[in-house]
Nanobody
Framework: VQLVESGGGLVQTGGSLRLSCAASGLTLDYRNIAWFRQAPGKEREGVSCISSRPESTYYADSVKGRFTISRDSAKNTVYLQMNSLRPEDTAVYYC??????????????????WGQGTQVTVSS
């Protein structure tokens, strides 16, 4: 199994980026895929998750209304569209495949596989 992220970079505050997570060795359609991020000196946090079919999406409060997760089955790829970026979004972003627990409005993803990460830097 291999997960490869791409699309990170340097952007100004208010700008947009689209991250991609391309998978090989498994079919993303039947998996729960999450995006995590880790900023320097901080713990890794879950940003967004898209569940296996039937599909549902989940977001951290800090990114709701700004980020959108989606899946392209034909390309076996999951995307994270990030709009209205802020300096506090600066982090290494990782995609992961694994289990998902949802309780009310809260969700928890437990990764089995990780990508190598892609750096997102938002300048002020």
């Amino acid at each position: 199994v291999q997960l490869v992220e791409s699309g990170g970079g340097l952007v100004q505050t208010g700008g947009s980026l689209r991250l991609s997570c391309a998978a090989s060795g498994l079919t993303l359609d039947y998996r729960n895929i999450a995006w995590f991020r880790q900023a320097p000196g901080k713990e890794r946090e879950g940003v967004s998750c898209i569940s296996s079919r039937p599909e549902s999406t989940y977001y951290a409060d800090s990114v709701k209304g700004r980020f959108t997760i989606s899946r392209d089955s034909a390309k076996n790829t999951v995307y994270l569209q990030m709009n209205s970026l802020r300096p506090e979004d600066t982090a290494v972003y990782y995609c992961a495949v694994g289990g998902l627990i949802v309780f009310g409005s809260r969700w928890s993803h437990s990764p089995d596989y990780w990508g190598q990460g892609t750096q997102v830097t938002v300048s002020s």
